[in-house]
Nanobody
Framework: QVQLMESGGGSVQAGGSLTISCVVS??????MGWFRQAPGKEREGVAR????????AYIGSVKGRFIISRDNAKNTLYLQMNSLKNEDTAMYYC??????????????????WGQGTQVSVSS
């Protein structure tokens, strides 16, 4: 059974940085990403990594502040979050899938999910 396990969440002050991780017990996926869900809001895609095209993509609100990366040797996906804002507060989930074409958030929604790690940003 494939498992995704997030870690690294916590509380941080606005303007600070935090890196969260997702360890994948089996690593065949060519499309991986991070989603987040704040209380009362829908889950949204934050960043995704297409390992075939070797490209990344971000939603506009985090572009320039967040960096998604993966370490194949450690079977781990990372999300480095800089210049954090109050509105980044959410439960963060990693997701993974295998696609034949371009890796999209819509593909990831149908994939395998972790249980999430909480990120809280305060002023």
């Amino acid at each position: 059974q494939v498992q995704l396990m997030e870690s690294g969440g916590g509380s941080v002050q606005a303007g600070g940085s935090l890196t969260i991780s997702c360890v994948v017990s089996r690593y065949p996926y060519n499309c991986m990403g991070w989603f987040r869900q704040a209380p009362g809001k829908e889950r949204e895609g934050v960043a995704r990594f297409d390992s075939v095209a070797n490209t990344t993509a971000y939603i506009g609100s985090v572009k320039g502040r967040f960096i998604i990366s993966r370490d194949n040797a450690k079977n781990t996906l990372y999300l480095q979050m800089n210049s954090l804002k109050n509105e980044d507060t959410a439960m963060y989930y990693c997701a993974a899938t295998t696609v034949e074409g371009v890796c999209l958030f819509s593909d990831l929604r149908l994939g395998v999910w972790g249980q999430g790690t909480q990120v809280s940003v305060s002023s």
